[in-house]
């Protein structure tokens, strides 16, 4: 099986690429965010003619999260236990969902973005990892053996080789150390990092000053699986060759190999 995970920065303007790029890549299920569309929006037709079964939930022109896939999407779940909700939002927010697919729970999760260090955004952004983490611990204390993939724009660059230039973002959202605190918090909770050892290709490069030509990037999408998934892990790539063009996302897809 093949999962992805891609922020394709509004599924409307790319629905139909999104979909030739799936069948050419030979994906099985792909987690979308920041799709920027309301449900009545949103491009069913054009999953359902490549073949692919698709749930989204949206908020207009912000957030949206959405999981398509070829074989099956089951007891689908639209945000999680105890999510937070940012104080000038009406209600929780669109960035997470997930479904059932040939037996691993695929969540496609798009994290707040944290904007600035004294941003009230900021403090959201680490109170949701902390309550996803609290979450997902609470998934495996309950079964060791779950399949279940957390796949979706983290927002967060775990490490300095994950940023293009360590010494520009040192103290900034993005790699600030409580943020790549709450990452680590994933890992000693048992979940992995899976695409990591097979790639380490940046993931996200700014539209702005040919960031993607001078390969000025960032790794801030992953997919973060549960010891079982993991181990059936065989590959992993970053495809940059899909950020690449007109009208083409920021953000380049990942996937990885079960």
Known sequence: MRIATWNVNSVRARSESIVAWMERSDIDVLAMQETKCSDDQFPVMSFLAGGYDVMHVGQGAYNGVAIASRV?????????DRQPSFADAAGV??????????GVRVWSLYVPNGRDLDDPHYAYKLEWLTALRDTAALWLAHDPAAQIVLAGDWNVAPTDENVWDPELFAGKVHASDAERAAIAAFVDAGYLDSAKPYTDGYTFWDYTQLRFARDEGMRIDYLMCSPAVDDRVRGAVVDRDARKGKGASDHAPVIIDL
């Open 72 to 80: 099956g999407l089951e007891d689908v779940h639209v945000g999680f």
């Open 93 to 102: 927010e669109a960035r997470a969902i997930s479904g059932v697919c040939d």
